[in-house]
């Protein structure tokens, strides 16, 4: 029994979890509708772009870089749908656009990779070029999202669980490439000692830009569902937001800020907690004002725990 | 698999031209480009190998020869070019002139992958382990084992099993194969990037002071590591240290690199810590009193 908690508590998402089925027991005792069907679906419709964007984050994490544009890309997607359905039919426009997303992502990587800027400050641009892109396109004018109509529409995000149900799934293929195949394990290795992986024969260049294409496309795919589901679109939203929902997630869930460790896993669950948090507090009458505080407070207790975790184990691993 | 290197090639010396004179001394064949094998099994050999950093020459025409399953250990001062020579012979970086033979057939390297086509592995000074990652991660670290092609789906349980197996197989003690890298003591890191350099069908092995800031009992792991990968899996290596001490409990052979020349070349039987230790100083007391001389002149 010892012996399974220890190994239970050398994971760093354990913690997490915990925190994660109290909140939910503690407010699903509070008030019986945080439990109600539609609070879940709600719910869901919440913690899904966060979950996508901190499972995206994590790739990054894990290469020791960061994308602050990832929030402004989800935001960014939806909008050159609209512009692009002007000139060819929808399906086309939403492809086109995830490859204009995927180019953003390229563009991100190779100015990391071959210009050394970090990528803290080359996202950093990307962000505000993106925002300051919607604002200028759309004369800063509220817009009707296309394509919320139909059997499509219902699938890309007007019904219940489609929001919820796309972003698991791209949180799980995230999660099995980092878990389960040798391009996880490269980005891994090149986040944990750059110069060690180059050295082993690892591309690191291609690793770190394959990454970056990676992020932006599944923010964008989700922000074009997100947008169905809303219905509309408004150009002033602050896409740093959705970021660091993102990366707050990953951090409360055991991801480290300084690469080569990262868990998927983790993530799904701080956004849980995120979700769980942010619609608990409006249920039982807390004002919306007081959720930030408390967000503030929970990922420096989960980040505070996670490190003395870590120490603990680390030591208990010495032979 | 690590046998490759044990099985002999008795007819080495046909290979080259100019075979079959036994009684050649190897210092006659200096910069003469003559290929003549003197009926040793040669695996490993260099002719002239130069290299220039823009005005500064580093290396002036090195000769080595590095016999199968011989240890050999390269001395010389800092920046006498130790490192610069086997970073040339690992495919890291190019020489201006010279030529390497393996197993008497002239080889060029383009990269370190050229390298290892020919089995030649190099373990940097620095180690390029990831601590982040479990032993076997880093035991295969770009030699996956995958499955389904291009996706590569790790095929991770036959990794550990490999990976165990061949950690028995060198006798090394670790805590476990899925133990991360940091939490191992030096002399185990080591060990774990010597077995990543030997695993494929390494038959040179190139080390850059694998014994650096060790304890005694580290170094031993390692000395006995490198022994058994030379006597019982017949790997030739190239030993950098400068600890006289441990290069004698090492190696069958040492090297004196100085002045971008080989200046030395003699069995450890042949020779001692005295005589090496000598050669070294006089050297530097040469080129202190010469230094000396100019400035009096000057």
């Given at each position: 029994m010892r012996r399974v908690v220890d190994k239970a508590f050398a994971r760093p998402e354990t913690t997490i979890f915990l925190v994660c089925i109290a909140l939910i027991v503690y407010f699903s005792i509070r008030n019986a509708n945080f439990y109600s069907y539609t609070n879940v679906v709600t719910m869901a419709q919440y913690i899904g772009p966060i979950a996508v964007v901190g499972a995206g984050e994590v790739l990054l994490l894990d290469l020791a870089e960061i994308d602050l544009s990832a929030g402004q890309v989800l935001l960014t997607a939806p909008w050159f749908v609209v512009f692009l359905q002007h000139h060819m039919p929808l399906g086309w426009a939403i492809a086109a656009s995830m490859l204009l997303c995927a180019a953003i992502g390229a563009f991100n990587g190779i100015i990391v990779v071959s210009l050394k800027v970090p990528s803290f400050v080359a996202t950093l641009g990307m962000n505000y070029i993106l925002a300051g892109y919607v604002l200028v396109a759309s004369s800063d004018i509220e817009t009707d999202m296309t394509g919320t109509t139909g059997k499509f529409g219902s699938v890309f995000?007007?019904?219940?669980w489609a929001e919820g149900l796309w972003s698991l799934g791209i949180v799980l293929i995230i999660w099995a490439l980092l878990k389960g195949t040798r391009f996880g394990l490269h980005t891994t290795a090149t986040g944990g000692n750059q110069l060690g992986a180059a050295e082993a024969g690892v591309r690191v260049r291609n690793v770190k830009i394959l990454c970056f294409i990676i992020i932006a496309v599944i923010c964008g795919f989700i922000g074009i569902i997100d947008s169905i589901r809303i219905g509309s679109l408004d150009p002033a939203a602050p896409g740093l937001n959705e970021m660091l929902a993102g990366v707050a997630a990953a951090v409360i869930g055991?991801?480290?800020?300084?690469?080569g460790k990262a868990t998927v896993l983790g993530t799904m669950i701080g956004a849980v907690v995120l979700g769980v948090l942010e619609d608990g507090f409006n249920l039982i009458g807390i004002s919306a004002n007081w959720f930030i505080l408390v967000e503030g407070a929970v990922i420096l207790a989960a980040m505070g725990i996670n490190v003395q975790l870590g120490r603990v184990t680390a030591r208990g691993a010495r032979p | 698999m690590t046998d490759a290197g044990l099985a002999r090639s008795p007819d080495e010396a046909a290979d080259s031209p100019g075979a079959g004179t036994p009684a050649n001394d190897p210092a006659s064949q200096v910069g003469v480009g003559v290929t003549a094998e003197s009926g040793e099994d040669v695996i490993l050999r260099t002719e002239g190998i130069t290299k220039r950093f823009g005005a500064l020459i580093v290396l002036r025409g090195v000769d080595v020869r590095l016999r199968r399953g011989e240890v050999l250990g390269l001395v010389g001062d800092n920046g006498s070019g130790k490192s610069t020579f086997v970073k040339i012979l690992c495919g890291f970086q190019r020489q201006d002139e010279g030529k390497i033979f393996v197993e008497g057939k002239e080889v060029s390297f383009r990269s370190v992958q050229d390298a290892r086509s020919h089995g030649i592995e190099i373990v940097y000074q620095d180690l390029a382990l990831v601590p982040q990652l479990t032993v076997t991660q880093n035991l295969f670290l770009n030699r996956e084992l995958i499955l389904f092609g291009r996706l590569g789906w790790l095929r991770n349980r036959a990794m550990r099993e490999q990976a165990r197996k061949y950690f028995s197989d060198l006798k090394v003690d670790l805590p476990s194969v899925d133990a991360t890298v940091e939490a191992l003591s030096g002399g185990q890191r080591q060990a774990v990037a010597l077995a990543r350099a030997t695993r494929t069908e390494a038959r040179v092995l190139l080390l850059d002071e694998p014994l650096a800031a060790m304890g005694a009992k580290e170094s031993a792991l390692v000395i006995d590591l490198v022994k058994d990968l030379s006597h019982n899996h017949g790997v030739s290596m190239i030993v950098i240290d400068h600890n006289y001490t441990h290069l004698f409990e090492l190696c069958d052979r040492i090297n004196i690199l100085q002045g971008g020349h080989i200046i030395l070349d003699q069995r450890v039987e042949e020779t001692s810590i005295e005589e090496l230790t000598e050669l070294m100083v006089s050297e530097y007391r040469k080129k202190v009193s010469e230094g000396q001389e100019e400035l009096r002149h000057a």
């Open positions: 995000g007007i019904s219940n055991g991801t480290a800020l300084t690469g | -």
